[in-house]
DNA sequence: TCTGGGGTCCTAGGACCC
DNA sequence: TCTGGGGTCCTAGGACCC
């Protein structure tokens, strides 16, 4: 007899309601009741409260009417980080092709480890067993040939379950489901294909690539037509580096006053910096994005000639940007909701580099500007080294009175640098 | 209840170079 | 002189992911 090579073997595994289970494994008293972690807005709930239709990014006061014995739970964001790590972990110890796509979840290719391991319903049970066991959380894996039909799998397998697609059985599998659960496929799109009638991923794989195209775009409706028809070549990546980093804020609705405006950027530099300081990176392209009270928004970037990772320095060119914006006779006079620092374009810089200031008032004296923000840097983040973030920083009282979600939560979405 | 925060990728137009 | 085509980089906006 001869065997036949089934392909890759990919499983994602991806933890249940990850916030509030945790809070349910800390606190005994918690399970079994509909819980969310968050306040104004809910960031995550118990699948006891989602029954009520409660969902995460709902404001609390929504998700109060849908279930009035709703509990709010304070978040223990370290735990949640740390737990994470541990589930990560024990799916390591089946395989170093580890990509990690956010704090809860990850695909594993076990292709290479089916030998030690057994196939994949055992590799699948056996890390949920345990994560279960050994950390006390509920986990789902799907497991399938391709990373699009294993996620998808673990989305069917929810809550606390494990789904395999066999090879043969894969249009099957798919062809039924609504496009929605599809990989690249939100709320806009979703509605295109629903003005065409089509509203699963069986239909969708009738369209010809032409109405795709047209429809769509031709890198989206190339990928999805491939997808849709079951053609995912993706592989497995263990996770690089980011090509990005930034931080927001969102204070209501606030005139730009220029105090106001200096603050919030300060502080998002100061964040932004701050990271790529610590990683020894630095960044040529500062890109601002200001959201106006109506949820507009718009974007502006400076692309410079040497990479940035001061904080004053960030700070100057974000805020030259946003008065560049704001001063455009149709953007004068808006109130403004959020602002938002990224810096792109990522090179490693081995050691710090001074940075000189802009528009030095006296040229001269641009090395010495130079020289004192880098001090200031240093020793920032030399402070901040032995006693944590929030030993020192920028004066956020101003900005500590909006924010409405904890440093703690920030971090956890942060990738590696 | 008008929507938190950190990211990725794609599109389209323009500048510039060969 | 006019003309074309291709590649790369930058900017701005938008959809989507968790």
Request: hydrophobic share 40%; glycine share 10%.
């Amino acid at each position: 007899m001869i065997e036949v090579d089934p392909g890759p073997t990919i499983l994602h595994a991806d933890l249940d309601a990850f916030y509030a289970s945790v809070e349910q494994l800390l606190h005994p008293e918690l399970r079994g009741k509909p819980i969310a972690v968050g306040g104004g807005v809910v960031l995550a709930c118990s699948y006891e409260a989602k029954r009520y239709g409660v969902s995460s990014g709902m404001s609390g006061n929504k998700a109060k009417q849908l279930c009035p014995n709703l509990q709010f739970v304070g978040g223990h964001f370290k735990e949640y980080q740390r737990l994470g790590d541990e589930v990560m972990a024990v799916l390591h110890d089946f395989t170093p092709m580890v990509q990690r796509i956010s704090i809860d979840e990850a695909f594993i290719d076990v292709t290479g480890s089916v030998h030690l391991f057994g196939p994949p319903e055992v590799i699948g049970a056996r890390i949920r067993e345990r994560v279960r066991t050994d950390i006390g959380l509920p986990i789902s894996v799907g497991a399938a040939r391709t990373k699009h039909l294993a996620k998808i799998a673990s989305q069917v397998a929810k809550p606390d379950g494990l789904v395999v697609v066999q090879p043969h059985l894969e249009t099957e599998f798919l062809h039924p489901l609504p496009v929605g659960l599809m990989w690249g496929i939100g709320p806009v799109t979703q509605a295109k294909l629903a003005e065409r009638g089509v509203h699963t991923i069986g239909q969708l794989a009738e369209v010809s690539p032409e109405v795709l195209h047209s429809l769509l775009g031709k890198a989206l409706g190339g990928k999805v037509g491939a997808l849709a028809n079951n053609d995912d070549r993706r592989k497995v990546r263990p996770n690089g580096r980011a090509g990005s980093v930034g931080a927001q804020s969102a204070f209501g609705r606030r005139d730009p006053e220029p105090e106001f405006v200096r603050q919030v950027l300060g502080h998002l530099a100061d964040r932004v910096a701050g990271r790529l300081r610590a990683k020894l990176r630095a960044g040529r392209t500062v890109t601002v994005r200001i959201r106006f009270a109506g949820m507009k928004a718009i974007t502006r970037s400076h692309t410079g000639r040497l990479p940035v990772n001061s904080t004053l320095t960030l700070t100057e060119i974000a805020e030259r940007l946003v008065w560049g914006a704001l001063s455009q006779p149709s953007e004068e006079r808006v109130q403004i909701s959020l602002l938002a620092i990224s810096v792109s374009n990522l090179v490693d810089q081995a050691s710090l580099q001074l940075e000189l200031p802009l528009e030095p008032d006296n040229p001269e004296s641009a090395g010495d500007v130079a020289a004192a923000r880098f001090a200031i840097d240093h020793s920032v983040d030399e402070v901040r080294r032995r006693f944590g973030r929030s030993a020192v920083g920028y004066a956020s009282v101003t900005l500590s009175e909006h924010t409405s979600v904890p440093e703690e939560f920030r971090e956890l979405a942060e990738h590696e640098l």
